[in-house]
Structure formats: structure tokens, C-alpha cells
């Protein structure tokens, strides 16, 4: 299945103005609960059974206190009232009950299986993300775990930045952009202060393997070095631009060791920083290709 986009998410139609961060909505839950019925009867999850187990030990809930209520009917009890948190990771569960496709055979009164784990997974990873998506959620499904989900325009930076970061010669900037990503995504809250800092590392790093300058020349001077307005010259006022994100990590509080005042960033501030350094890591390596590269990135 390719990634849906789904119709509000193309037209900005019934979206808040930035993801849904800490907390579910009611639509969503119920969106799960029908997920959820659909996934049963396709035959991806055993049955409601499967998942009342699961459903009591994330909210620490016994069976005992629903007498005489059907499973199904416990799960969505359960899973209305969910706190935000425990939502996701109920919805990490259900991805551990997950089964083969099968079907009912009357012929041999059995179940018959017609697909693999690996391509039930992939479904319901698939699903789990154009859900997530129509209810503006902040977060992605990916091999059975959340990460934070960011706006499109930051996960388009994010997936070209890689593919530049994949050269090997960029292991130093890779493995702080990873990082930096990774305490973007930690819940539930990111970690914006190393969120930021690992992303100016990956920056600085960048530069310096790009054009093979020593470090004790200073990122700055790097940069100026490179400034200018003629063809093949960082324009000044990006060179500045790009410095003054790296002056960012200063200011802000918090980011730094040397950052005693400055405003207080947030999560917001963090992925707005990893956006511009995956825009300007993409920037660089196209202004100033190598002379192994045919065609610009």
C-alpha cells in the first residue's frame, strides 16, 4: 500500500494548525475502535480477545471489574477513556497480536492463512499512519513504535537530509543528526535542548567535511569563506542566515552551557531548527557538489 494523504491533510481542510501533541480526541479513539473492528474481521487480528488482554494491562484494569460484560465492550470502554499516552501504547501492542491474513474455510471447518506476518504488519502500519493522519496526530507509526510525526514539510527535510548524510564521508554530521532526531522523537516530551544542540553539531560537522576545513577555523569563518555574490558563492545573506542558526543554540536557553539568557525553546523552536539544518545541509551539498557527483543532489 503507498502512503495515503488524506483529504484534509491535502487541503487543509478541519485541521488545527499544528499537530495534536499530548492529547487524543475523542473522533480518534473512536476512529481506533472501528480500525480495530476492521483489522478483526480481515483477518489481521485474532479477535477482540486478543486484544482485551492487552487493553487491561496498559490502563492496569482487571477483567473482574467488567462483569458480565463482552470483550469487545471492554475494549471500548477501555480505549474511550485511555489517558493520551497509554493510547499510543496500546496501539504498540496491537501491533504484537497482529497474525498472517486468514479466513474462515467452511470446507475444512478451519482457519486458512493467505498472507505473511511481515505483510500483516506492514498493513496495519499502513493503516495505523493514514489514521493518524486524518486526525492530525503528532506522531508515525514505524516498525512497531511511534516517533513524532512533525509537519510534512519537516519530514520532506528530514528524508532529504538523510540521503545526503548517507554518504559514508558524512558519518560525524550523520550520527549527530540522528541524534538529534531521536530526541526529537523521544515521548512524552522531545528533548529539545539536546534536540538542538546535536543539531548544530550535525551543521557544523557538515561544513567542515565539505570543504575540508579544520575545525579551529571556526564554523563562522567557514561559512564567510564561502560568501559572496558571484556564481558558486553562498549569497551573504543566507551565509548569515546560516550562522545565526548556529548562534541559536546559544541564545536559547538551556541548549547550552554558556546559554545563561536568551528565550526558552520549545518543541516547536526544536523542529523548526532540525527543518533549517536539514534545508541547509541540502543547500550546501548542492552548491558545492563534489567532484565525484555528475548531477546535484
Known amino acids: 500500500m503507498n502512503k495515503v494523504i488524506p483529504f484534509n491533510q491535502r487541503f487543509g481542510t478541519d485541521l488545527t494548525s499544528r499537530p495534536l501533541d499530548k492529547e487524543v ?12 473492528s476492521k483489522l478483526i ?5 485474532p479477535g477482540w480477545y486478543s486484544l482485551v488482554r492487552e487493553v487491561l ?10 462483569e458480565s460484560t463482552g470483550e469487545e465492550e471492554i475494549c471500548v470502554a477501555i480505549i474511550k477513556e485511555l489517558a493520551w499516552d497509554k493510547f499510543y501504547v496500546f496501539c504498540e501492542k496491537i501491533y504484537k497480536t497482529l497474525q498472517p491474513e486468514q479466513y474462515w474455510e467452511d470446507e475444512l471447518n478451519d482457519y486458512v492463512a493467505v498472507g505473511t506476518l511481515e505483510e500483516s504488519q506492514q498493513h496495519f502500519t499502513d493503516e495505523i499512519n493514514e489514521f493518524l493522519a486524518e486526525e492530525n496526530l503528532a506522531y508515525e507509526f514505524m ?3 511511534f516517533q513524532r510525526r512533525g509537519r510534512p514539510q519537516t519530514q520532506k527535510s528530514l528524508q532529504r537530509a538523510s540521503a545526503v548524510l548517507a554518504d ?6 550523520r550520527s549527530h543528526y540522528n541524534k538529534a532526531v531521536k530526541y526529537f522523537n ?3 516530551a522531545a528533548d529539545v535542548q539536546n534536540c538542538i544542540k546535536e543539531a548544530v553539531y550535525a551543521l557544523e560537522a557538515f561544513a567542515v567535511i565539505l570543504f575540508g576545513k ?9 561559512i564567510r569563506s564561502k560568501q559572496g555574490n558571484l556564481a558558486g558563492q553562498i549569497l551573504p545573506s543566507i551565509g548569515e542566515s546560516i550562522i545565526k542558526l548556529r548562534a541559536f543554540q546559544g541564545n536559547a536557553q538551556g541548549t547550552a552551557q554558556t546559554a545563561l539568557e536568551g528565550g526558552v525553546a520549545g518543541g516547536i523552536e526544536a523542529e523548526l531548527v532540525l527543518s533549517l539544518v536539514a534545508s541547509y545541509i541540502t543547500y550546501l551539498r548542492d552548491k558545492f ?4 557527483e555528475d548531477v546535484p543532489f
Open 25 to 36: 480526541p475523542a473522533s480518534a479513539r473512536i476512529g481506533l475502535i472501528g480500525l480495530l
Open 41 to 45: 474481521d480481515q483477518g489481521y487480528i
Open 57 to 66: 494491562l496498559v490502563a492496569r484494569r482487571l477483567k473482574q471489574e467488567f
Open 143 to 145: 516498525e512497531g513504535s
Open 168 to 173: 559514508p564521508r558524512y558519518a560525524q554530521a
Open 186 to 188: 523521544e515521548r512524552p
Open 214 to 222: 579544520k575545525t579551529a577555523e571556526g564554523f563562522d569563518d567557514i
Open 289 to 292: 557538489p563534489s567532484k565525484e
